[in-house]
Nanobody
Framework: QVQLVESGGGLVQPGGSLRLSCAAS????????MGWYRQAPGQTRELVATITSSGTTNSADSVKGRFTISRDNAKNTVYLQMNNLKPEDTAVYYC??????????????WGQGTQVTVSS
């Protein structure tokens, strides 16, 4: 069973920074990819950034240049460094882990989410 626990959210003023953490209950090297998604009230969930097991990263156009996804394999943790935050970044941020299982196929695991509020 995989558990993902997010932390680091909070209230920040526009232009500020936050670093989100996602701690996994198992080695993140076992996941094919991990990522961050967010969902604002009344909105659909959207992809923010991903990192594959090989270290390849990708991010949404809306956050490029501002957000950076990274990982610490020794700590089984994935991070999302968020700089120059904007009000439209306000959302619940969810950690995602994806793994291929030979019997089941693709599986996605989700954390409980952490609230990020950008407001003056």
């Amino acid at each position: 069973q995989v558990q993902l626990v997010e932390s680091g959210g909070g209230l920040v003023q526009p232009g500020g920074s936050l670093r989100l953490s996602c701690a996994a209950s198992r080695s993140i090297l076992r996941f094919n990819a991990m990522g961050w998604y967010r969902q604002a009230p009344g909105q659909t969930r959207e992809l923010v950034a991903t990192i594959t097991s090989s270290g390849t990263t990708n991010s949404a156009d809306s956050v490029k240049g501002r957000f950076t996804i990274s990982r610490d394999n020794a700590k089984n943790t994935v991070y999302l460094q968020m700089n120059n935050l904007k009000p439209e970044d306000t959302a619940v941020y969810y950690c995602n882990a994806m793994i291929w299982d030979a019997l089941v196929g693709r599986r996605d695991y989700w954390g409980q989410g952490t609230q990020v509020t950008v407001s003056s």
